[in-house]
């Protein structure tokens, strides 16, 4: 008989692009605008509820902002295993490069909650970060 591993059935993969929105973004007012996507795939034997989001981003000045709520743009979406679930969103930044991480609050079809991290990526306005 296979032994499951409890992480290999409660298992997040997040994904990230991010672009520069530099018709929203204003240099000269060090308003740095981005839009970011997030895939977010059920690589678990489980499925599982995003029921919040917890972010923290953080600007070149090292200022950090702390965002948490409900779901994510207003959904809180159910994946089943192999399934997916992507959206975008945004955020200002005061400088022309920071950096966002945190965690989504995830519960599984059996009631076990868990937190999936959210690695780090890099905001930053093309031809800044080499």
């Given amino acids: 008989m296979l032994q499951m591993d409890k992480d290999d059935k409660y298992r997040v993969n997040i994904a990230t692009r991010v672009n520069y929105l530099p018709e929203q973004s204003d240099e000269a007012d060090n308003r740095f605008v981005f ?3 997030i895939t977010i795939t059920n690589v678990g034997h489980a499925a599982v509820k995003l029921v919040s989001r ?3 981003i953080t600007d070149a000045h090292n200022h950090a902002q702390e965002v948490r709520g409900p779901g994510v743009v207003g959904e809180q ?3 089943k295993p192999n399934q997916s679930f992507e959206y975008t969103s945004g955020t200002v930044l005061s400088t022309q490069v920071g950096t ?3 965690s989504y609050r995830m519960v599984a079809e059996d009631g076990t909650e868990f ?8 905001l930053s306005v093309p031809r800044v970060l080499h």
């Fill in 35 to 37: 839009a970011y996507t």
């Fill in 54 to 56: 917890h972010w923290i």
């Fill in 77 to 79: 979406p159910v994946l």
């Fill in 100 to 102: 966002m991480s945190g």
């Fill in 115 to 122: 937190d999936a991290p959210i690695p780090q990526f890099v």
